[in-house]
């Protein structure tokens, strides 16, 4: 009768995790199914409050807690709005959690049950070493922080059932404090990252390494296919292990991983209607993340493509009064052949840090002498002098005439992104909005508008976005591109960490 109850046990637990975990592994694959969320409203209040906090540790100083310099493109990760989440199971036997599977970080978390003083973990499951006979204590503490908040913890470790794999004695974070909104408000309960070990907190490997010392699945790849269509419920798939040929047309094209931390590689040329926009002829970074929802670019370029595409933003007076005091002389000095990188600093409204170019302060041009704006004021006036230099020079291949280029560049100051970086556009008008196209390896990749505009609906009322949003990083890590779900739902993408390669095709 005992032995009757124990296989009962055992039969009705794997029943459960399998119904739980919805994943499969046909054909050798380790195929994970992804939920979805709609992007709504509450997405957008999420982006506005990542790009504040964004900005607040720009302009403080102020580091994520992690071991390299790699460590700058963290922040602006804001797990509020993120649309693609699936579960898995930690310990013997598994504890279940919602995670987001980010390949934009590098560790994995969860609640841990003594996680006492932080109202996100009472709205969670939260792991319990006590209830698992796999468990392995570490106790190493550890901090990460995002643009949403923050997590801190310690480092245990346990077996991870992720489909129907276990993946044994992996390294996962218990975190003990979640200071943040986000995760209170979130449909998910942790992070798996899938990033490089590099940018892993406590240098520990993540999972998908873990998997292949264990020659638990048959290729070193990972594959995402994200469901864009936005009344299907399925919300995709991430499989380990190989791809599914159902979920791409057609062959991918792959370009190699230029940096090892994040997803990193190198990009050329974007189009928008089939025009260069210049700033990335000569080479961009980019870097794919499905832990982001939009595509984040230099702000220059973000915002030619929301002109194109009629978004509106926020007027900058700073950036009119640089094209009214400086155009005519950044248009000579093009025409001179002096180089791009320079001009902003011979007229006087950048220098050079030794790392990277800087407001030198610009009371002649704003005519306010207080010093406490200063420095605010230069770092404004620098920047929009940069982006008027992009803008001009892009013009003057087109051979424009100096009134024509000095107006395009007007125009433009008027589209810059708002300040939390969103920008909408007009619904009706998506079908005459321009393709916009990236340029990877020898390959040109085409976001048709249906594809970056996302529609927000709240109360039976549509607003329309812009997918694009502007992110600046700095040489010699920057100019940096992150291409998140708009382009990862339109490209299925191949993680492949054998070969240190990406690859993308076309989405079925």
């Given at each position: 009768m005992g032995q009757k109850f124990l296989l009962l046990f055992v039969g009705l637990w794997f029943l459960s995790c399998s119904l739980l975990l919805h994943a499969s592994s046909s054909d050798g694959l380790l195929r994970i199914k992804l939920k979805k969320k709609k992007f709504d409203l509450e997405s957008l209040v999420a982006l506005k409050v990542a790009r504040k906090e964004y900005n607040l540790h720009k302009k403080y100083g102020s580091k994520p807690n992690l071991l390299n310099s790699d460590a700058d493109i963290i922040p602006l990760?804001?797990?509020?709005?993120?649309?693609?989440y699936g579960e898995i199971g930690i310990g013997s036997?598994?504890?279940?959690?919602?995670?987001?599977?980010?390949?934009?970080?590098?560790?994995?978390?969860?609640?841990?049950?003594?996680?006492?003083?932080?109202?996100?973990c009472y709205f969670h499951p939260k792991y319990k070493s006590s209830k698992s006979s796999s468990y392995t204590a570490n106790g190493k503490t550890c901090k990460i922080t995002y643009g949403s908040g923050s997590i801190s913890g310690y480092f245990s470790e346990d077996n991870v059932l992720v489909g129907d794999l276990v993946v044994k004695d992996q390294v996962f974070i218990e975190a003990t404090r979640e200071s943040a909104l986000a995760f209170l408000l979130a449909k998910f309960d942790g992070i798996l990252g899938l990033g490089f070990q590099e940018i892993s907190v406590g240098n520990f490997p993540p999972i998908w390494s873990t998997m292949a010392d264990q020659n638990l699945i048959d290729e070193k790849i990972f594959s995402f296919w994200l469901n864009r269509n936005a009344d299907d419920e399925d919300g995709g798939e991430l499989v380990f292990g190989g791809v599914v040929p159902q979920h791409f047309k057609g062959n991918h094209s792959y370009v190699p991983v230029s940096r090892k931390g994040?997803?990193?590689?190198?990009?050329?040329?974007?189009?928008?209607?089939?025009?260069?926009?210049?700033?990335c002829a000569g080479g961009c970074a980019a870097i794919a993340d499905s832990g982001t929802s939009l595509l984040a670019g230099p702000t220059a370029i973000v915002t030619e493509i929301n002109h194109a595409i009629g978004a509106e933003g926020v007027i900058?007076?700073?950036?009119k009064e640089?094209?009214?005091?400086?155009?005519?002389?950044?248009?000579?000095?093009?025409i001179a052949q002096t180089r791009p990188d320079k001009i902003c600093s011979q007229i006087g409204?950048?220098?050079?840090?030794?790392?990277?170019?800087?407001?030198?302060?610009?009371?002649?041009?704003?005519?306010?002498?207080?010093?406490?704006?200063?420095?605010?004021?230069?770092?404004?006036?620098?920047?929009?002098?940069?982006?008027a230099v992009v803008w001009?020079?892009?013009?003057?291949?087109?051979?424009?005439?100096?009134?024509?280029?000095?107006q395009y560049a007007n125009q433009l100051c008027e589209k810059l992104p708002s300040p939390m970086g969103e920008s909408t556009v007009d619904c009706d008008k998506i079908g005459e909005m321009p393709e916009i196209s990236y340029t990877i390896?020898?390959?040109?990749?085409?976001?048709?508008?249906?594809?970056?505009?996302?529609?927000v609906e709240e109360l039976g009322v549509t607003q329309c976005l812009s997918g694009f949003m502007a992110f600046d990083v700095p040489p010699p890590r920057g100019p940096l591109w992150v291409l998140g779900d708009v382009f990862m739902g339109a490209y299925h993408t191949v993680f492949d960490f054998g070969k240190e390669q990406i690859g993308f095709a076309e989405a079925a």
């Amino acid at each position: 009768m005992g032995q009757k109850f124990l296989l009962l046990f055992v039969g009705l637990w794997f029943l459960s995790c399998s119904l739980l975990l919805h994943a499969s592994s046909s054909d050798g694959l380790l195929r994970i199914k992804l939920k979805k969320k709609k992007f709504d409203l509450e997405s957008l209040v999420a982006l506005k409050v990542a790009r504040k906090e964004y900005n607040l540790h720009k302009k403080y100083g102020s580091k994520p807690n992690l071991l390299n310099s790699d460590a700058d493109i963290i922040p602006l990760k804001n797990y509020l709005d993120a649309q693609y989440y699936g579960e898995i199971g930690i310990g013997s036997p598994p504890q279940n959690f919602t995670v987001v599977f980010d390949t934009g970080s590098s560790n994995l978390w969860v609640p841990s049950s003594k996680c006492y003083f932080s109202l996100p973990c009472y709205f969670h499951p939260k792991y319990k070493s006590s209830k698992s006979s796999s468990y392995t204590a570490n106790g190493k503490t550890c901090k990460i922080t995002y643009g949403s908040g923050s997590i801190s913890g310690y480092f245990s470790e346990d077996n991870v059932l992720v489909g129907d794999l276990v993946v044994k004695d992996q390294v996962f974070i218990e975190a003990t404090r979640e200071s943040a909104l986000a995760f209170l408000l979130a449909k998910f309960d942790g992070i798996l990252g899938l990033g490089f070990q590099e940018i892993s907190v406590g240098n520990f490997p993540p999972i998908w390494s873990t998997m292949a010392d264990q020659n638990l699945i048959d290729e070193k790849i990972f594959s995402f296919w994200l469901n864009r269509n936005a009344d299907d419920e399925d919300g995709g798939e991430l499989v380990f292990g190989g791809v599914v040929p159902q979920h791409f047309k057609g062959n991918h094209s792959y370009v190699p991983v230029s940096r090892k931390g994040y997803w990193q590689f190198d990009m050329g040329d974007i189009l928008v209607g089939g025009y260069s926009t210049g700033y990335c002829a000569g080479g961009c970074a980019a870097i794919a993340d499905s832990g982001t929802s939009l595509l984040a670019g230099p702000t220059a370029i973000v915002t030619e493509i929301n002109h194109a595409i009629g978004a509106e933003g926020v007027i900058s007076a700073e950036c009119k009064e640089v094209v009214k005091e400086y155009g005519d002389i950044i248009i000579e000095m093009l025409i001179a052949q002096t180089r791009p990188d320079k001009i902003c600093s011979q007229i006087g409204l950048c220098l050079f840090d030794g790392s990277q170019y800087v407001g030198t302060g610009i009371e002649s041009v704003v005519g306010k002498p207080e010093k406490e704006q200063s420095s605010a004021n230069s770092d404004i006036f620098c920047t929009a002098c940069e982006m008027a230099v992009v803008w001009m020079q892009n013009q003057l291949r087109l051979n424009e005439t100096k009134e024509l280029i000095l107006q395009y560049a007007n125009q433009l100051c008027e589209k810059l992104p708002s300040p939390m970086g969103e920008s909408t556009v007009d619904c009706d008008k998506i079908g005459e909005m321009p393709e916009i196209s990236y340029t990877i390896g020898s390959k040109t990749f085409v976001l048709t508008p249906e594809q970056y505009v996302l529609k927000v609906e709240e109360l039976g009322v549509t607003q329309c976005l812009s997918g694009f949003m502007a992110f600046d990083v700095p040489p010699p890590r920057g100019p940096l591109w992150v291409l998140g779900d708009v382009f990862m739902g339109a490209y299925h993408t191949v993680f492949d960490f054998g070969k240190e390669q990406i690859g993308f095709a076309e989405a079925a």
